[in-house]
């Protein structure tokens, strides 16, 4: 039987506003806020079958994954919900059986294959399902712009420039193309640019979208995926333009970038102007040092 939840809910107030302060750094935070890029649906539903988060939901709803999601989100502590619009086919990823048990296992996982990916010529750059870049399914926002509670706030997803490039090409055809094919690099950096900003003009008519929080894996422990003056030029110009987008909309700039980023920093803060970073790991940085 579900363990009720009642003596979880009074432990913390959901508050956006409070959440956006803290991020422009406006005055002393009330309290610790959380902000988490996303958690695993089986940790969810882990959660769900312990609490009964979602027990009062119904799951015939056509709407059931939405309301869940908010459910699920104020019950873990977090005062947004994030929402994407723009993924790109990256192809079938090289599959193995998962050797982990208990509660939350996959059952497998999936890795992107790092030899090739779907864009490897100008020829299957000319055939990929590009999206028009004009045509969006704006279902899903509509729906959150009348039915979020007045104490959340939407949180825009996005920005996936460093990680498209590897996805799409293949990590090592990547490091080989950047010297053999600079070109067509190029070309497929210009183009996720083009639909990045195109998805994030959509999302940021939402009155209800306040964050931005691009997702962008750009390094290792030791150092980048592919060299600063390449970041600069293929990865951090992309971000540029998407922070001068949510700017101008009023939302804040937030970054998820794993590795170790220590060569391009200082342009995440003066250049590309990110509001807050995440995430940090120590065994790159200590975060007592």
Not at 31 to 47: G, K, M, S, T
Not at 202 to 228: E, N
Request: with cysteine.
């Amino acid at each position: 039987m579900p363990i009720s939840i009642a003596s979880f809910e009074a432990t913390q107030r959901i508050d956006a506003d409070g959440l956006i302060r803290n991020l422009r750094r406006e005055g002393t935070p009330d309290r610790v806020y959380h902000i988490e890029l996303f958690q695993d649906r089986e940790i969810e539903d882990a959660a769900d079958r312990r609490y009964g988060v979602t027990a009062h939901l119904k799951r015939g709803d056509p709407h059931y994954e939405k309301r869940r999601a908010i459910a699920m989100q104020r019950f873990l502590g977090y005062d947004f919900v994030g929402i994407g619009m723009l993924s790109l086919p990256t192809g079938g990823g090289q599959r193995t059986a998962d050797t982990t048990a208990g509660d939350q296992s996959k059952g497998e996982r999936g890795w992107i294959n790092e030899s090739k990916g779907v864009i490897t010529s100008w020829e299957e750059f000319e055939r990929y399902p590009w999206p028009d870049g004009k045509t969006w399914d704006t279902r899903d926002l509509e729906w959150f712009d009348a039915n979020l509670p007045d104490d959340m706030c939407l949180l825009g997803r996005g920005g996936h420039f460093c990680e498209y490039l590897c996805w799409l090409m293949g990590y090592e055809t990547l490091c080989y193309a950047l010297y053999e094919q600079r070109d067509l690099v190029e070309a497929i950096a210009r183009r996720v640019l083009e639909l990045e900003l195109a998805a994030a003009r959509v999302l940021l008519q939402s009155k209800r979208l306040r964050i931005w929080w691009a997702s962008d894996d750009m390094g290792f422990a030791t150092g980048l995926m592919i060299g600063p003056d390449d970041t600069r030029a293929l990865v951090l110009s992309g971000h540029k333009a998407l922070a001068e987008r949510a700017h101008a909309a009023g939302c804040p700039y937030l970054l998820h970038a794993c590795g170790n980023r220590r060569d391009v920093i200082e342009d995440m803060i003066t250049d590309t102007r990110i509001d807050a970073m995440h995430s940090w790991e120590d065994k790159i940085e200590s975060i007592l040092d």
